[in-house]
Protein backbone atom coordinates (compact mmCIF):
# COMPACT_ATOMS: atom_id res chain seq x y z
CA UNK A 1 0.00 0.00 0.00
CA UNK A 2 1.48 2.66 -1.30
CA UNK A 3 1.68 5.24 2.29
CA UNK A 4 3.01 8.81 3.23
CA UNK A 5 3.40 9.88 6.73
CA UNK A 6 4.01 13.39 7.52
CA UNK A 7 5.66 13.83 11.19
CA UNK A 8 7.24 16.67 13.28
CA UNK A 9 5.13 19.25 13.87
CA UNK A 10 4.34 20.46 17.16
CA UNK A 11 3.75 24.08 18.89
CA UNK A 12 6.72 26.47 18.62
CA UNK A 13 6.76 29.60 19.48
CA UNK A 14 7.15 33.16 17.41
CA UNK A 15 10.77 32.22 15.78
CA UNK A 16 11.25 28.79 16.53
CA UNK A 17 11.79 25.94 14.15
CA UNK A 18 10.61 22.51 13.19
CA UNK A 19 11.88 20.07 10.62
CA UNK A 20 9.14 18.23 9.30
CA UNK A 21 9.35 14.85 7.80
CA UNK A 22 7.66 12.83 5.04
CA UNK A 23 8.00 9.23 4.66
CA UNK A 24 7.16 7.07 1.80
CA UNK A 25 6.14 3.77 2.65
CA UNK A 26 5.10 1.10 -0.40
CA UNK A 27 6.95 3.10 -3.07
CA UNK A 28 10.61 4.60 -3.41
CA UNK A 29 10.54 8.65 -3.51
CA UNK A 30 12.86 8.45 -5.85
CA UNK A 31 11.02 9.00 -9.48
CA UNK A 32 8.33 11.84 -7.51
CA UNK A 33 8.63 15.36 -7.16
CA UNK A 34 6.88 16.10 -3.57
CA UNK A 35 5.47 18.76 -2.29
CA UNK A 36 4.19 20.75 1.01
CA UNK A 37 1.01 22.12 1.49
CA UNK A 38 -0.68 23.87 4.44
CA UNK A 39 -4.16 24.59 5.55
CA UNK A 40 -5.44 26.81 8.23
CA UNK A 41 -9.01 27.00 9.53
CA UNK A 42 -11.19 28.52 7.03
CA UNK A 43 -8.43 29.13 4.48
CA UNK A 44 -7.78 27.36 1.16
CA UNK A 45 -4.56 25.24 0.67
CA UNK A 46 -1.51 26.64 -0.07
CA UNK A 47 1.72 25.79 -2.09
CA UNK A 48 4.69 25.77 0.39
CA UNK A 49 7.41 24.65 -1.53
CA UNK A 50 8.59 21.31 -3.72
CA UNK A 51 11.23 19.61 -4.76
CA UNK A 52 12.17 17.61 -7.99
CA UNK A 53 12.44 13.69 -8.05
CA UNK A 54 16.68 14.67 -8.35
CA UNK A 55 16.70 17.22 -5.79
CA UNK A 56 17.87 19.85 -8.56
CA UNK A 57 14.72 21.98 -8.79
CA UNK A 58 13.18 23.81 -5.40
CA UNK A 59 10.42 26.39 -5.27
CA UNK A 60 9.07 28.09 -2.42
CA UNK A 61 6.12 30.40 -2.14
CA UNK A 62 7.22 33.82 -1.43
CA UNK A 63 5.99 33.81 1.92
CA UNK A 64 7.89 31.73 3.20
CA UNK A 65 11.54 32.18 0.77
CA UNK A 66 14.36 32.13 2.96
CA UNK A 67 12.75 30.76 5.59
CA UNK A 68 12.17 27.16 5.50
CA UNK A 69 14.38 25.09 3.37
CA UNK A 70 13.05 22.11 1.64
CA UNK A 71 15.35 18.57 0.90
CA UNK A 72 15.48 15.23 0.25
CA UNK A 73 17.26 11.78 1.16
CA UNK A 74 16.16 9.32 -1.53
CA UNK A 75 18.28 6.91 0.63
CA UNK A 76 16.05 7.09 3.75
CA UNK A 77 12.55 7.42 1.59
CA UNK A 78 12.26 10.85 3.16
CA UNK A 79 11.57 14.35 2.08
CA UNK A 80 12.13 16.86 4.91
CA UNK A 81 10.82 20.99 5.06
CA UNK A 82 13.30 22.81 7.38
CA UNK A 83 10.88 25.59 8.87
CA UNK A 84 12.55 28.52 10.47
CA UNK A 85 11.62 32.06 12.02
CA UNK A 86 7.95 30.62 12.69
CA UNK A 87 5.58 33.34 12.41
CA UNK A 88 1.80 33.00 14.08
CA UNK A 89 0.27 32.42 10.32
CA UNK A 90 2.64 29.72 9.29
CA UNK A 91 -0.46 27.74 11.90
CA UNK A 92 -1.98 25.19 9.93
CA UNK A 93 -1.66 21.53 8.71
CA UNK A 94 0.89 20.73 6.49
CA UNK A 95 0.48 18.28 3.95
CA UNK A 96 3.23 16.15 1.78
CA UNK A 97 1.98 14.86 -1.73
CA UNK A 98 4.00 13.09 -4.13
CA UNK A 99 3.76 12.88 -8.21
CA UNK A 100 5.47 10.49 -10.15
CA UNK A 101 7.50 13.00 -12.66
CA UNK A 102 10.60 14.09 -14.03
CA UNK A 103 12.45 17.29 -14.10
CA UNK A 104 9.65 19.20 -12.40
CA UNK A 105 7.98 20.13 -9.49
CA UNK A 106 4.45 21.48 -9.29
CA UNK A 107 4.32 24.41 -5.57
CA UNK A 108 0.95 25.63 -6.24
CA UNK A 109 -1.16 23.28 -8.17
CA UNK A 110 -2.42 20.68 -5.52
CA UNK A 111 -4.14 18.76 -7.57
CA UNK A 112 -1.29 17.73 -10.05
CA UNK A 113 -0.32 15.34 -7.21
CA UNK A 114 -1.43 11.42 -6.79
CA UNK A 115 -0.57 10.56 -3.10
CA UNK A 116 -0.99 12.49 0.05
CA UNK A 117 -0.31 11.72 3.81
CA UNK A 118 -2.45 12.26 6.67
CA UNK A 119 -0.94 15.75 7.43
CA UNK A 120 1.11 17.14 10.36
CA UNK A 121 -0.11 19.93 12.37
CA UNK A 122 1.92 23.30 13.14
CA UNK A 123 0.81 25.68 15.77
CA UNK A 124 2.74 28.73 15.94
CA UNK A 125 1.82 30.50 19.47
CA UNK A 126 3.23 32.14 22.34
Known amino acids: QLQLVESGGGLVQPGGSLRLSCAAS????????IGWFRQAPGKEREGVSC????????KYADSVKGRFAISRDNAKNTVYLQINSLKPEDTGAYYC???????????????????WGQGTQVTVSS
Open 26 to 33: GFTLDDYA
Open 97 to 115: AAKHVFGYCSRAVWGEYDY
Open 51 to 58: IGSGGGIT
